[in-house]
């Protein structure tokens, strides 16, 4: 078996592509019209991660169908935590973004991992206003990336891991890297996530 990030790269060149500057304007045209719908960037934030969720959960079909075709076998590759966070970052992250990203900070538990992006292609061409612009103070309360939180969230839950994620660094606010912290908050019993319940 490869590497996970030369799996992530054969993934990559499996899929589609669309123009990284094409979708980072979209992108940005998707938060700001929530911004200008929401005026509350905290509400943007939730969203921004409710509509996080509902990519990742159908995401992660498409990464296991790709993985599988590629002769991957995930299923034996994923036996604890860290193994996942590896899968995430640098295969997930791969795929679907053309971005590797780094684990680290493991908790003693192993519960928790945080996610280390150096390029975030959903930030090209972003600004945030500073503080002490009109509106600045509250635009900075905004988690302009926070769709990942959620993809990665929904996505997990797919494979019976219920999370919690959260920006905890980022770079369009000053720091060197964006850091995504994922605590795991319990395995779910077996079978379909939420999402693909029946009612």
């Excluded at 094409?22 to 998707?30: H, Q, R």
């Excluded at 973004?97 to 991992?113: C, M």
């Excluded at 769709?147 to 369009?172: F, H, M, P, W, Y």
């Amino acid at each position: 078996m490869t590497s996970k990030a030369q799996a992530g790269t054969a993934l990559w060149a499996k899929m589609p592509k669309a123009n990284a500057e094409l979708f980072a304007l979209t992108y940005g045209s998707l938060v700001t019209e929530l911004v200008r719908d929401y005026e509350d960037p905290i509400e943007v934030n939730a969203q921004l991660d409710r509509i996080g969720h509902s990519i990742g959960v159908r995401c992660v079909d498409e990464f296991l169908s790709k993985a599988d075709v590629a002769g991957m076998g995930l299923s034996t590759q994923c036996t604890n935590l860290r193994d996942t966070a590896e899968v995430v970052a640098k295969m997930g992250f791969k795929m679907f973004l053309g971005v590797t990203a780094e684990v680290g900070g493991f908790s003693q538990d192993q519960r928790s991992f945080s996610v280390y992006l150096q390029d975030n292609p959903l930030s090209t061409f972003v600004e945030l206003p500073s503080e002490s612009a009109q509106g600045g103070d509250d635009l900075r309360r905004l988690k302009y990336s926070q769709i990942l939180c959620g993809v990665i969230r929904g996505a997990l839950e797919q494979v019976n891991l219920k999370v919690e994620c959260s920006i905890v660094r980022d770079t369009l606010k000053g720091d060197e890297v964006n850091e995504i912290r994922v605590d795991l908050k319990e395995v779910l019993a077996d079978g379909a996530g939420d999402d693909y319940k029946e009612e």
